[in-house]
């Protein structure tokens, strides 16, 4: 858990928080996530949900869809000596990163966020904190 500012630098690469770093491991993959942002795993909670996604009906086109979606462009990426990792190209125009990024901790995974994308989606969820908390009550009993 946690929010984190980090900057994204020339190369694609930016700091992933030495709270996450231990859990995280040195070997990492980084896909799209939901609502516009980046999304970490371990390797081992990689390897789960890509068993998962083999389950999916193929012959279903949201089932295609969504694997497309998760693992056309997933990267395995990896710690360097300064705690950083190098963000593909094609994952840092997916999520519209630039400099200013928030660097998530969310329950089982981390997310990365361009700042501006993060801003708008927090202050939209924390208009709807209470009605959102009702909707989902029957999920956390």
């Known amino acids: 858990m946690g929010e984190y500012q980090h900057n994204l630098d020339a190369k694609g ?11 995280l491991g040195a070997n990492m993959v980084v896909t799209r996530g939901l609502d516009g942002c980046l999304t970490i795993y371990t390797m081992e909670q990689w390897k789960t949900i890509f068993d998962q996604l083999r389950k999916l009906p193929t012959t279903k086109k949201e089932s295609r869809m969504y694997i497309h979606m998760l693992t056309a462009k997933a990267a395995e990426c990896q710690l360097d000596n300064q705690g950083r990792i190098l963000i593909p190209g094609n994952l840092i125009a997916e999520a519209k990163l630039s400099k200013e990024c928030v660097i998530l ?21 924390s208009d709807n904190f209470e009605e959102i908390a009702e909707t989902i009550t029957d999920f956390l009993v």
Do not use: L, M, Q, T
């Open 105 to 125: 901790g969310v329950a089982d995974h981390v997310e990365i966020w361009a700042k501006d994308r993060w801003e708008n989606y927090y202050e939209s969820a």
């Open 13 to 23: 690469r930016i700091i992933v928080p030495a709270k996450f770093r231990d859990d």
